[in-house]
C-alpha cells in the first residue's frame, strides 16, 4: 500500500506524504497588479515628474529650458489671477459636489422609496437612466447644447422668458461678469446629478430592510427612517461620491473651456483652464506646469483625505456589525 502512494505521489510530482502546495500569493498578486502599474508610471507617473521638472524653468517652449528654481512658484503666491482661479474652484465644488451629493441623495431615496414600490423597480430604473444621462454625454456635446440654451439674443431660456411674461429677467447667462459663473454652476449641477444617484441608489440596496420595519414599527416617519436609518448606513458612498466629485471640481475644464474659455474677464477661470491657457496661448510654459504641479498636490491632498474619512466610516460600519 505504501509503495502505490509513493508512485502515485511521483506519478503527480509530489514528495510522499507533502501537502498541497499553497499559492504564491504575493508573487500572485504582483503579476496581476504589473502592468497597471507600468501603465501607470507610462501615463501618469512619468509626465507628472517631466512636469514637475518644467515647473522650475523659465521656458517659452522652444529651445533650451533655463533653470528657474522656485521663481514660478513665488510668482504664483503674487498673482491675483492664480487666486481668483481657486476662488472659483471652491464655488464649483459647491455646484459639482456639495449640491449634487444632497440632490442625489435625495433623489435616490425618493426613487427608491416612493417609486420602487409604488410603481416598480422598472419605472424607477427609467427614471434613474434619466437622471444619469448627462454623465454619459461628451462634455463637448452638452456645452455646445446650453450655450444655444444661454445664447443672449435667440437662446431657448430667454424665449421662454419672454414666452411667460418675464422678459425682464432676460441675462447675458455666459457674458455678464456677475452671473457668468454662477451659469456655468448651473450647467454642471445638472451634469453632475446622476453620478451620486447612482451611487446612493446602489447603497441603499444593501441597507438591512429590518432596519426599516424596525423604525416603522417604532412610529417612525420617512424624514426619521431617511435621517437615523439611511444616511448612517451608506456613510462610505457618502464619502466615495464627495471625494469623486469634489476632485472633479478641482480639476474641470471641458465645460469653461466650451462656455466661457475662462471669460467675461475672467470670471469663470479656473485652475486647470489657467494652466492650459498660460502654457498653450501665452506660451509661458514653465509657469503652467507650476499651475498644474500645485493643482495635482491639492487634488491627490484631497484623495487621501477622501479615502481616509471612507476608510474610518467603512471600519465603524464593521465595528457595529460585529
Not at 23 to 47: I, M, N
Not at 181 to 200: A, C, D, N, R, T
Request: proline share 6%.
Amino acid at each position: 500500500m505504501t509503495v502505490t502512494v509513493e508512485r502515485g505521489a511521483r506519478a503527480v510530482g509530489k514528495r510522499p506524504g507533502a501537502g498541497p502546495r499553497r499559492p504564491r500569493t504575493r508573487e500572485s498578486y504582483a503579476l496581476f497588479l504589473l502592468p497597471g502599474t507600468l501603465a501607470f508610471l507610462a501615463v501618469v507617473g512619468v509626465p507628472f515628474l517631466m512636469n514637475t521638472g518644467v515647473s522650475f524653468t523659465d521656458w517659452q517652449g522652444v529651445g533650451s529650458p533655463s533653470w528657474s528654481g522656485l521663481a514660478n512658484y513665488r510668482a504664483l503666491m503674487d498673482d491675483s489671477e492664480f487666486w481668483a482661479s481657486f476662488r472659483h474652484s471652491l464655488f464649483m465644488v459647491l455646484a459639482m459636489a456639495a449640491v449634487p451629493t444632497v440632490i442625489g441623495l435625495v433623489l435616490a431615496a425618493a426613487l427608491f422609496d416612493f417609486v420602487g414600490k409604488h410603481f416598480g423597480p422598472r419605472w424607477a430604473a427609467v427614471l434613474r437612466a434619466c437622471f444619469y444621462l448627462p454623465q454619459v454625454l461628451p462634455i463637448a456635446v452638452a456645452g455646445i447644447v446650453w450655450s444655444w440654451i444661454l445664447a443672449p439674443e435667440n437662446g431657448s431660456l430667454n424665449a421662454l422668458l419672454r414666452a411667460v411674461g418675464l422678459g425682464s429677467w432676460q441675462q447675458d447667462w455666459l457674458g455678464d461678469p456677475d452671473i457668468a459663473l454662477y451659469s456655468v454652476m448651473g450647467v454642471m449641477v445638472w451634469v453632475q446629478i446622476g453620478f451620486p444617484l447612482v451611487v446612493f441608489m446602489a447603497g441603499l440596496q444593501r441597507v438591512d430592510p429590518q432596519l426599516y420595519e424596525a423604525a416603522e414599527l417604532d412610529g417612525a416617519g420617512w424624514w426619521r427612517r431617511f435621517w437615523h436609518v439611511t444616511l448612517p448606513q451608506i456613510r462610505p458612498e457618502t464619502y466615495v461620491v464627495l471625494t469623486w466629485c469634489t476632485i472633479a471640481a478641482l480639476k474641470v475644464f471641458g465645460a469653461v473651456y466650451v462656455l466661457t474659455k475662462g471669460g467675461p474677464g475672467g470670471a469663470t477661470n479656473v485652475p486647470s483652464y489657467f494652466s492650459f491657457a498660460t502654457f498653450f496661448e501665452k506660451t509661458q510654459v514653465g509657469y503652467g506646469a507650476a499651475i498644474s504641479t500645485v493643482l495635482t498636490v491639492i487634488i491627490l491632498a484631497v484623495s487621501l483625505i477622501g479615502l481616509k474619512l471612507q476608510t474610518r466610516a467603512e471600519d465603524a460600519e464593521e465595528g457595529i456589525r460585529a
